[in-house]
């Protein structure tokens, strides 16, 4: 067997908690922070929604996980061996870790728990080659694969997240994990109480044994819970958040409007943040329905795209929140950010359009725009956009509707041609397969037989370099194909109080573990 350590330099273990994170601090206190929604369930198994992942990331704790840019490090595992032929992978644990419920976690936890998201969740296609697993000691887990896939990225995954549960809970619920009682881990906070639509509250869990390996980063290394408990309330309206944030009512608030930038940064009671990356701003094309089958058409389609005018009108002109460039995945995933195709992206050329519209036998029918105000980069994307293919003689017309109502019309691939949505950061290749792959709803009818191929061995587990080269070759063919039309970057916009320190932004969730009020 090949034997991989991912551990850092023993140094860190020796290092202070108040070293780790940036001097002396003092414990104690009420963190409020305003959320856009309500969690419908806390149960980290059976969900991929962001808000679940938000909350659950402080109660539950996983394998692996991911840093800060985006590579997988260990959590609870503090190393893994990986077989040569890629079918056993044995994970050794850290001792001693303790649940809320005051039980040390074992690998028998870890294997129920394991079974659970197997059983339940939602990515349970991604694991169907799990051929068994054991847990042959106290401190070792064991997985055997049918056949090498990638389950480092699955077990890291934050949607759902594989969380670690005691194994009496497990056995006793594969149903949904609800109430203090149940949803019990091993993170640097409890949960205290949960009153839907009102707010969730966690505890300081005093008992928590951090990860002393390796500095914090991303989801994972050292944690420190400053805060006796963290109170998050939904506050689905935008002016309230910012209201609630300048009244000093909520200590932090997210997803705030781009308009009161200026306002907040000349407000010595605030810290502005600019959370980067955050939405990849693009459109999706039903190539179920005429003409958008006609490869002639897209890329006349694509052609028409002036990316710039239309982030600096999402971006309220404001180049902070905003940033123009052809990769599926951003600059700070250094493993996988790639300019594959970007000869195709932004050459904006009229003369050719006209070319490409007579090749495709066009004659000024109506393209249907599916769109919505719920989001307003969204809405002022879609105006932009339409105006922009109107210009080069594509007859756009645009259909509002709510975002729910545009989800369900879009995957009816019916009534429609071009689809206003955006999508959020992929940790892995893997990730783009429901939007690419012939079978899938979310690729509205687009269908390549090399495309087929290349996703078939981005599943498998190959090493990285030869991943990239496959992925590579993925997102060359998305844009001679055509297969959707990515417009740019688009990040948004937080805040916090002034005498919080130790907050970093970061897409996945926002993190108040190593965070202290002054």
């Known amino acids: 067997m090949s034997r991989f350590k991912f551990m850092l ?6 290092v202070s908690l108040s070293t780790l994170v940036g001097g002396a601090q003092e414990s104690g206190g009420v963190l409020n922070v305003a959320i856009t929604t309500n969690p419908v369930t806390l149960d980290p198994h059976i969900s ?102 990638l389950l480092l990225v699955q077990l890291a995954m934050p949607t759902p997240l594989f969380g670690i549960l005691p194994e009496e809970i497990v056995k006793d619920h594969l149903d949904e994990l609800r109430g203090t009682q149940e949803l019990i881990g091993t993170g640097p906070y409890k949960l205290v109480e949960w009153k839907p639509g009102a707010h969730v509250t966690l505890a300081r869990f005093d008992g928590y044994v951090p990860d002393t390996s390796q500095p914090g980063s991303g989801l994972g290394g050292m944690k420190v819970a400053y805060f006796d408990e963290i109170n998050f309330i939904p506050v689905t309206e935008q002016a309230s958040r910012l209201a609630g944030l300048l009244t000093g009512t909520y200590d932090y608030a997210e997803a705030l409007p781009l308009v009161s930038y200026a306002t907040l940064t000349s407000n010595p009671d605030i810290i502005a943040m600019v959370v980067k990356p955050k ?48 990769s599926i995945f951003y600059p700070e995933q250094t493993d996988w950010y790639s300019t594959a195709g970007a000869e195709y992206y932004s050459p904006r050329d009229m003369k050719r359009v006209a070319e490409l519209l007579e090749e495709a036998g066009y004659h000024d029918e109506e393209i249907i725009i599916l769109a919505n105000r719920d989001y307003d980069w969204m809405y002022k994307c879609t105006l932009a956009l339409a105006s922009q293919l109107q210009q080069a003689g594509i007859n756009a017309v645009i259909e509002f509707m709510d975002w729910p109502s545009q989800i369900q019309k879009a995957l009816s691939q019916k009534g429609w041609h071009i689809n206003q949505t955006g999508w959020s950061p992929r940790f892995d290749p893997s990730q783009l397969v429901g939007s690419l792959s012939c079978d899938s709803a979310g690729s509205y009818g687009y269908c390549n037989e090399e495309m087929e191929g290349l996703l078939d061995e981005i599943l498998v587990y190959h090493p990285l370099t030869e991943r990239q080269e496959i992925w590579r070759k993925i997102q060359e063919l998305v844009w001679t194909d055509v297969a959707a039309v990515r417009i740019g970057d688009y990040f948004t916009l937080e805040g916090l109080g002034s005498k919080l320190e130790g907050y970093k932004p970061w897409y996945v969730i926002p993190r108040f573990w190593n965070v202290w009020r002054k």
């Open 9 to 14: 330099l023993a140094v860190f273990v020796l």
């Open 48 to 149: 991929s929604h962001t808000v679940v992942r938000q909350i659950a990331s402080y109660l539950f704790e996983t394998l692996v996980t991911y840093d800060e840019n985006y590579h997988i490090i260990p959590q609870i595992a503090t190393s893994w061996d990986v077989s040569d032929d890629g079918l056993t992978y044995t994970f050794h644990l850290r001792s001693g870790i303790q649940f809320h419920n005051g039980k040390e976690l074992t690998s028998a936890d870890v294997a129920a728990s394991f079974g659970r998201l197997v059983e339940v969740s939602h990515s349970k296609a991604s694991l169907a080659d799990v051929k068994s697993f054991s847990a042959p000691d106290p401190l070792t887990f064991v997985v055997q694969l049918n056949k090498p896939i």
């Open 279 to 326: 939405w990849a701003v693009l459109v999706e094309l039903n190539q179920a329905e005429p003409p958008m089958d006609n490869l002639s058409f897209r890329r006349a389609l694509a052609l028409a795209v002036d990316p710039e005018e239309i982030m600096l009108g999402v971006a309220l002109g404001n180049e902070d929140f905003y940033r123009v460039q052809p």
